[in-house]
């Protein structure tokens, strides 16, 4: 489990340094899911490698959200080492090993569902710590995306420790 940050070293500064966390946070994700969906096809796991795919297509969708939102607003250009992370690195990308195409099927699940949890938890935390409007508009939207991200990923773990057929469209 992430070790979190006290509050006040969780606060952004700006509505461009909010976006410039998400951005990365989201294009490190889109990276990290899209390794996991490799490694799951890999080794056989098509169902779940088609779950990394979704994921990994979420964090695209969130990534081109926060560029958009971005627009007009010059945004910090910020190297890896500038971010502050809750743990060494951003939230919500998995674990590296976890693309070793040997792992279990519910290992890689739980491993994911923890990259989703940790980033609606930095998202929820950049909210409770703002005061800036606008940051708390933003934080509060990307992290109930996220909870809705961990939502499915939790049907999908119940189902497979039930034994039961996938509950997604594929």
């Known amino acids: 489990?992430?070790?979190?940050?006290p509050m006040e070293e969780q606060t952004?500064?700006?509505?461009?340094?909010f976006l410039a966390y998400a951005i990365n946070l989201e294009s490190e994700a889109?990276?990290?899911?899209?390794?996991?969906?490799?490694?799951?096809?890999?080794?056989?796991?098509?169902?779940?490698?088609?779950?990394?795919?979704?994921?990994?297509?979420?964090?695209?969708?969130?990534?081109?959200?926060?560029?958009?939102?971005?627009g007009f607003?010059?945004?910090?250009?910020?190297?890896?080492g500038d971010f502050t992370w809750p743990g060494l690195e951003s939230p919500e990308t998995a674990a590296i090993w976890a693309a070793d195409p040997f792992i279990g099927r519910e290992q890689a699940l739980d491993i994911a569902l923890d990259a989703?949890?940790?980033?609606?938890?930095y998202y929820k935390t950049v909210f409770?710590?703002?005061?800036?409007?606008?940051?708390?508009?933003?934080?509060?939207?990307?992290?109930?995306?996220?909870?809705?991200?961990?939502?499915?990923l939790r049907k999908w773990i119940a189902a497979h420790r039930a034994g039961q057929a996938w509950p997604v469209n594929q």
Request: aromatic letters at 6%; charged letters at 35%; proline letters at 3%.
């Open 12 to 17: 952004v500064q700006s509505v461009e340094e």
């Open 128 to 152: 409770e710590a703002t005061s800036d409007p606008e940051i708390k508009v933003l934080a509060e939207e990307f992290a109930e995306e996220e909870s809705e991200h961990a939502a499915e």
């Open 30 to 70: 889109a990276d990290r899911f899209g390794q996991l969906a490799d490694a799951m096809d890999a080794c056989g796991n098509r169902e779940v490698g088609k779950l990394f795919r979704r994921l990994a297509d979420y964090s695209r969708l969130h990534l081109a959200d926060a560029r958009a939102r971005s």
């Open 1 to 5: 489990m992430i070790a979190w940050l």
């Open 116 to 121: 989703e949890t940790a980033s609606h938890e």
């Open 73 to 80: 607003r010059e945004i910090p250009n910020m190297k890896p």
